[in-house]
């Protein structure tokens, strides 16, 4: 598993308050991001963005933005070549879905 360790500094009542953000992403989680960050070309050449979200019990959740959020081919371009792309590289996902 890998970490990525944020620190910011929060002033409360006065009082400066050290906040810390773990973000963890795990080897599954850097795989899909590693494709995603292959087909986002692709989608920004017609004016889209691609944008990785979180993944869960065998789903990728994604964001797509600019252009493609109001493409009427969207669920093709989600389904049809996203979704079939990272499920035939990455066998513990099942299903991607774009959240709005």
Avoid at 19 to 35: F, Q, R, S, W
Avoid at 36 to 54: A, C, H, Q, V, W
Wanted: glycine residues 6%; charged residues 30%.
């Amino acid at each position: 598993m890998y970490y990525n360790i944020y620190f910011e500094k929060k002033q409360k009542n006065g009082i400066i308050v050290i906040a810390k953000e773990v973000n963890m992403k795990n080897e599954i989680e850097l795989k899909i991001i590693a494709l995603i960050d292959k087909i986002r070309p692709f989608l920004i050449s017609d004016g889209g963005n691609l944008e990785y979200i979180k993944f869960e019990e065998g789903i990728v959740y994604v964001r797509l933005t600019g252009a493609c959020k109001d493409c009427s081919m969207i669920d093709i371009t989600l389904k049809d070549g996203i979704e079939e792309m990272i499920v035939n590289e990455i066998p513990e996902v099942k299903e991607v879905r774009n959240i709005d």
